[in-house]
């Protein structure tokens, strides 16, 4: 059984450019959350995807978006990179109606 | 969600039992504990969970305080495999999901098992 697994890994990007990170839940998850973790800090909650749609939002601006896909896999998108936008970024899955919530390796993002 | 707090840094020595502390004293009666650790450059690992009960599982084993406002994390037999942040989290979980998946990650204890 597959966990929660994204792509890529790692990635460097120009500060402008735009960028897209992928997540494929754990099996039978329906529910996908995205964090942003700078260095040194703990995971921060970006938003939550479930039936297609973001359900709850933390304190990210626009350029952060997300989408659901009917398999449930989800992708996150940021527009217009800035520096400060480097930090691996989590995907976790886990049950709408469940009570674990498990995360992925994440995703290394390096804008230059 | 409760606020928590965690010492910063703990060192324990490799096969002994690691007892990591978590103060969440304003916690409600809805309120889970949720224990995760971060190995270096990795996602976050599910460790334990637990409402009011004392829990057990194949990682760790959670004993929560009778009047819930502190809980303590114990690793039985520490390895330097075990050497990781780890963060005490404390969530509504609603049934209906609205709440539910959104964790807030304080600094967590930065754990150093030592040979």
């Known amino acids: 059984d597959a966990g929660v697994t994204q792509s890529p890994t790692h990635l460097i990007k120009t500060r402008g450019q735009q960028v897209t990170l992928r997540c494929s839940p754990k099996?039978?998850?329906?529910?996908v959350s995205w964090y942003q973790q700078a260095l040194g800090q703990g995971p921060q909650f970006i938003f939550q995807y479930y039936e297609e749609e973001e359900r709850q939002r933390g304190n990210f601006p626009d350029r952060f978006s997300g989408h659901q896909f009917p398999n449930y896999s989800s992708e996150l998108n940021v527009n217009a990179l800035l520096l400060g936008d480097s930090a691996l970024y989590l995907c976790a899955s886990s049950l709408e109606q469940g009570n674990t919530i498990y995360f992925g390796e994440g995703s290394w993002l390096t804008v230059v | 969600d409760a606020k928590t707090t965690q010492p910063t840094s703990m060192d324990c020595a490799e096969g002994r039992a690691a007892n990591l502390p978590c103060n969440h004293s304003?916690?409600?009666?809805?309120?889970?504990v949720y224990w995760y650790r971060q190995i270096h450059s990795q996602g976050p690992q599910y460790i334990i969970h637990g409402l009011k009960n004392n829990e057990t599982n194949e990682m760790a084993s959670l004993i929560i305080t009778e009047d819930r406002k502190s809980s303590t994390l114990i690793l039985p037999h520490a390895t330097l495999r075990d050497t990781a942040v780890y963060y005490c989290i404390v969530i509504v979980y609603n049934a209906g999901g609205t709440s539910y998946g959104k964790l807030t990650f304080g600094q967590g204890t930065i754990l150093t098992v030592h040979p």
């Open positions: 099996s039978g998850h329906d529910t």
């Open positions: 304003t916690i409600s009666g809805n309120e889970y």
